[in-house]
């Protein structure tokens, strides 16, 4: 008994104590908690970059976006002494694919629509530099007179639009299965309500003949495929024509190919598309919330760009 008692005098005696103690010295105990907090952010973000060897896992060396990771790295006091490592985007993806088995850090050069985010749980680093630029539309593009000559696939292509995520879940079938085509098939025969919805009203032809050209890209080659499935479900002859997007814009403007749904509008092709403005109609988007950026694992803990730290 003896023995409890002091010890329970020794508790409360201990507990007052560092009640004083905690009072004492601590005007404002949010901004305490604040200044803490501050440390441990700056800490954990230092940790981070320092774990990524302060690099930015990026794609082949003569992509687009390659240089603007560049400009990035020039822009952001953050990514002040950081390099970018280029190599492919097989091997960007096969680096994001073992870094998150293994819940490691890891900044990646990212573009939408793209399997990526389909298959693992990743997003965008914010910019607020505007350095990679506004979300783009994916537009569609019929040479001038089309909607005279042939009005039922106008119609079509008008008609047509995918989601985002709807999108990028059927090019995660498409990169599994390695066969656009048949999975663009597959689209076609699941989502027969979409594609009714895309020919209600419209007449059959018998054997129209008609050009889609298409940058070869894996969304815009899936899309292009989709509607060339439609198309011929109409009864036309669909020829698609893989091209460089500068070919793609003199083409339609000079009436040898007939459509195209490839165009990233207003940063990827802007320059091609006001050169030709004018020679072409605009049918507006067939996808919206195309971009590129920076991503990361969503398990990180940063959202920006800025949270990142320069190399020493």
Request: charged share 25%.
């Amino acid at each position: 008994m003896f023995n409890f008692k002091w010890k329970k005098l020794w508790v409360i005696t201990g507990l007052s104590l560092s009640l004083v103690v905690a009072g004492c010295g601590q005007e404002d105990p949010n901004d305490a908690n604040a200044s803490e907090d501050d440390g441990q952010t700056e800490t954990t973000t230092t940790n981070v970059s320092e774990k990524m060897e302060y690099t930015i896992t990026g794609i082949d060396p003569g992509a687009g976006q390659t240089e603007t990771n560049e400009k990035a790295l020039a822009e952001y006091e953050s990514l002040a002494g950081w390099e970018q490592e280029v190599s492919s985007s097989g091997a960007m993806l096969t680096a994001l694919d073992g870094a998150i088995n293994n819940e490691d850090p890891i900044i990646v050069a990212a573009w939408s629509p793209h399997y990526m985010f389909a298959k693992w749980d990743i997003k965008y680093l914010e910019d607020p530099k505007g350095v990679f630029g506004e979300e783009e539309k994916i537009k569609t593009v019929v040479r001038n007179g089309l909607k005279d000559d042939m009005p039922n696939a106008y119609t079509i292509l008008d008609r047509l639009y995918w989601e985002l995520s709807v999108l990028e879940e059927a090019l995660l079938t498409a990169q599994e299965e390695n066969d656009i085509e048949q999975v663009a098939q597959q689209w076609v025969d699941e989502n027969s309500e979409t594609v009714a919805e895309w020919t209600e009203g419209v007449e059959s032809v018998e054997g129209t003949s008609i050009e889609i050209i298409l940058t070869p890209w894996e969304a815009e080659t899936f899309t292009t495929n989709v509607a060339k499935i439609v198309l011929e479900q109409q009864g036309f002859n669909v020829t698609l024509t893989p091209v460089d997007p500068s070919v793609m814009f003199e083409s339609i403007a000079t009436g040898d190919a007939d459509a195209s749904l490839s165009p990233w509008i207003p940063a990827t092709h802007g320059a091609l598309y006001e050169e030709y403005e004018g020679q072409f109609e605009d049918l507006g988007a067939n996808l919206e919330g195309a971009k590129i950026g920076l991503a990361v694992p969503s398990y990180m803990d940063i959202d920006s760009i800025e949270d990142l730290e320069p190399a020493e």
